[in-house]
T-cell receptor, first 111, second 116 residues
Framework: RKEVEQDPGPFNVPEGATVAFNCTYS??????FFWYRQDCRKEPKLLMSVYSSGNEDGRFTAQLNRASQYISLLIRDSKLSDSATYLCVVTLNNAGNMLTFGGGTRLMVKP | DVKVTQSSRYLVKRTGEKVFLECVQDMDHENMFWYRQDPGLGLRLIYF???????EKGDIPEGYSVSREKKERFSLILESASTNQTSMYLCASRSTGVYSDTGELFFGEGSRLTVL
């Protein structure tokens, strides 16, 4: 079993739709959680951190469920520019050098 | 504007050649990383460094070595390139600090290596 798992997709959604991705992690000692976005042929960039109480940034909402060991990303009112691969990242320690990436979920938003 | 610069965007090498991939960051970050990214396998950590002259193996260090002689520069070396090392190589850096750690990794644009 992979340490961090994501559905690779692709998720094909129309503009304006709401879409959600999950990411499961196997190590219950995981400390910190993040969502990164990677555009085609580009490097990954931080989208948002995931806090225990859940957090929102505009159309994006991230949540953490420690009991079930998953994090989620919800995108409301999808835009064409949201088309990308979304990577979840889990860290095992506060030093930040034990990061594990999920394989990514590809989102395609269609007109 | 923060920046991680990788020396080559595209390289084509022959089996057995020595390959150097260089990475420079201008953010005075302590931690630097080398990943490779392959379809279906995601990003896998090759090596990381948490200080000058310090290095730690990641998940897939075999066939690679690294060098960190200066804080801003982290080099990945393939002593004898093989076809299974054809991949996208991504360098990243990150600040440490318990109270200021946002978790953000800053990536370079990547180096796409093809080994023939």
């Amino acid at each position: 079993r992979k340490e961090v798992e994501q559905d690779p997709g692709p998720f094909n959604v129309p503009e304006g739709a709401t879409v959600a991705f999950n990411c499961t992690y196997s190590n219950s000692a995981s400390q910190s959680f993040f969502w990164y976005r990677q555009d085609c042929r580009k490097e990954p960039k931080l989208l948002m951190s995931v806090y225990s109480s859940g957090n929102e940034d505009g159309r994006f909402t991230a949540q953490l469920n420690r009991a079930s060991q998953y994090i989620s990303l919800l995108i409301r009112d999808s835009k064409l520019s949201d088309s990308a691969t979304y990577l979840c990242v889990v860290t095992l320690n506060n030093a930040g050098n034990m990061l594990t990436f999920g394989g990514g979920t590809r989102l395609m938003v269609k007109p | 504007d923060v920046k991680v610069t990788q020396s080559s965007r595209y390289l084509v090498k022959r089996t057995g050649e020595k390959v150097f991939l260089e990475c420079v960051q201008d953010m005075d970050h302590e931690n630097m990383f080398w990943y490779r990214q392959d379809p279906g396998l995601g990003l896998r950590l090759i090596y990381f460094s948490y200080d000058v002259k310090m290095k730690e193996k990641g998940d897939i260090p075999e066939g690679y070595s690294v060098s960190r002689e200066k804080k801003e520069r982290f080099s990945l070396i393939l002593e004898s390139a093989s076809t299974n090392q054809t991949s996208m190589y991504l360098c990243a850096s990150r600040s440490t600090g318990v109270y200021s750690d946002t978790g953000e990794l800053f990536f370079g644009e990547g180096s796409r290596l093809t080994v023939l």
